[in-house]
């Protein structure tokens, strides 16, 4: 929490109770929701959020960098509070997400070319497939 303290004020961004609920919300989720999921958890606490300012709120995150958007898969847009380095596996079947950590993945060096290119601040690997629960699915395509 403490770091969301901080970038909220270094941003100039007003804690709200509401933006705290928000972020608290994501913070204990661990399948990178959407802004919807974290709608309904938050209408228990505040029966008139919108759908729209929690959508809003977390654009506002991400653009401050409180939190990351996942890329990719379409609609609809997945949150991540966690900044640090990791990967991503998405699963194909139930689409979720989990985070992941792989030292040699890590350690993967973008060619020169890219570098000449980009400047890169950051590596993010996605891998997708099914996970545990899904993988009977895999072997019916
Ligand atoms: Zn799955
Ligand atoms: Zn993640």
Redesign the pocket.
Same mark, same amino acid.
């Given at each position: 929490m403490d770091r969301f303290y901080q970038k909220c004020k270094q941003h100039s961004l007003k804690i709200t109770p509401q933006r705290t609920a928000v972020y608290k919300t994501l913070e204990a989720s661990s399948s !990178?929701p959407c802004a919807d999921m974290i709608h309904k958890v938050l209408q228990k606490e505040f029966p008139n959020i919108s759908l729209d300012t929690v959508n809003r709120t977390l654009i506002t995150f991400s653009k401050v960098n409180i939190i990351d958007v996942?890329e990719g898969r379409g609609d609809p847009r997945r949150f $991540?509070p966690?900044l640090d380095a !990791?990967h !991503?596996f998405h699963c194909l079947a139930c689409n979720k997400?989990f $985070?992941f950590h792989d030292t040699a993945l890590d350690q993967i060096t973008p060619s020169s070319d890219i570098a000449k290119k980009f400047i890169i601040t950051g590596k993010k690997i996605v891998l997708k497939g099914y996970c545990d629960n899904c993988r009977s699915q895999a072997s019916t395509l």
């Amino acid at each position: 929490m403490d770091r969301f303290y901080q970038k909220c004020k270094q941003h100039s961004l007003k804690i709200t109770p509401q933006r705290t609920a928000v972020y608290k919300t994501l913070e204990a989720s661990s399948s !990178h929701p959407c802004a919807d999921m974290i709608h309904k958890v938050l209408q228990k606490e505040f029966p008139n959020i919108s759908l729209d300012t929690v959508n809003r709120t977390l654009i506002t995150f991400s653009k401050v960098n409180i939190i990351d958007v996942v890329e990719g898969r379409g609609d609809p847009r997945r949150f $991540d509070p966690n900044l640090d380095a !990791h990967h !991503h596996f998405h699963c194909l079947a139930c689409n979720k997400i989990f $985070d992941f950590h792989d030292t040699a993945l890590d350690q993967i060096t973008p060619s020169s070319d890219i570098a000449k290119k980009f400047i890169i601040t950051g590596k993010k690997i996605v891998l997708k497939g099914y996970c545990d629960n899904c993988r009977s699915q895999a072997s019916t395509l």
